[in-house]
């Protein structure tokens, strides 16, 4: 299933999403990673079913199908995700957010926490302290490293999208904890169709999710996430450091953290399931 559809945002841009799950299910809007793409979602279909979600995965800007939204902030995404919204006739949902897909999440409650009835946020993106940076794997250093040099960043991102095009993401993450590299390996050929199609376009959607996430203001504080929030992060993560993760999610009003032990950047499909689970359960 995938059912990929199109919509206008306020805007007038055009904003791409896919649905997997249950028609009839629960709804969730997912903000996929950085980088990433709405067909990410694609090989959690099943599981998707089993718990009777209705996903709804939308390209965030300069992604995939969606138009770019040049020099955006965090917030500024999120009436694309509220577009999709009306778009399928959902007066409110559940949003989750995995890696840079966090703090759009987030975003999106503050934008209509009136249609939002909860936040989920794995492996969330969060703004880095030195020693933190420090601890990343090295090519996420080397974007850290370019933020305040866009030029520069550009070339490394132009250089990123043609590895991550050709060979795939295991390929720039070599220095990644072992139990990630399992987990990518895992429905491989999908995630790699989704990367291409997420990048198609060029590099407009990292630069600006780079830029957004860690070079500049959300255009939020967490305390205004008036939804509750549950987060789940592992301890092991190299491409956002718990410590980082758990500075955010103390910030957050109403917020349950989860920490997962031995474990990195992508938690398997048992463990994303029982996220869901417990996202649900503290709502309905």
Do not use: K
């Amino acid at each position: 299933m995938n059912h990929s559809r199109t919509c206008t945002a306020e805007d007038g841009r055009t904003v791409t999403w896919a649905e997997y799950g249950d028609p009839q299910g629960v709804p969730v809007l997912f903000c996929h990673g950085t980088p990433g793409g709405r067909l990410v979602a694609a090989h959690s279909h099943d599981s998707y079913l089993r718990q009777g979600l209705r996903v709804l995965s939308p390209d965030r800007p300069g992604y995939g199908g969606t138009d770019p939204l040049p020099g955006r902030s965090v917030r500024d995404a999120a009436p694309d995700a509220l577009a999709v919204l009306d778009a399928c006739g959902v007066r409110d949902a559940f949003v989750v957010g995995g890696s840079g897909g966090g703090p759009h999440a987030l975003a999106v409650a503050v934008a209509a926490p009136d249609r939002i009835r909860a936040v989920g946020v794995f492996v969330g993106a969060a703004p880095l302290l030195g020693a933190e940076r420090d601890g990343q794997v090295a090519i996420n250093q080397a974007v850290m490293d370019r933020l305040d040099q866009p030029g520069e960043l550009r070339d490394l991102l132009d250089r990123m999208r043609t590895t991550l095009r050709e060979e795939g993401l295991a390929s720039l993450l070599t220095d990644a904890p072992e139990s990630d590299r399992e987990q990518w390996a895992r429905h491989a050929a999908a995630r790699q169709q989704s990367l291409q199609e997420a990048l198609d376009p060029g590099i407009e959607g990292m630069f600006d999710d780079y830029q957004a996430i860690f070079g500049g203001a959300w255009g939020f504080d967490p305390e205004q996430v008036a939804v509750p929030v549950v987060w789940a992060h592992g301890d092991q993560d190299r491409n956002v450091p718990a410590s980082a993760a758990r500075r955010i999610a103390a910030r957050i009003p109403r917020c349950r953290f989860i920490g997962w032990a031995d474990v990195g950047h992508s938690p398997g499909p048992e463990l994303v399931a029982e996220f869901y689970t417990a996202l649900l359960a503290g709502v309905c």
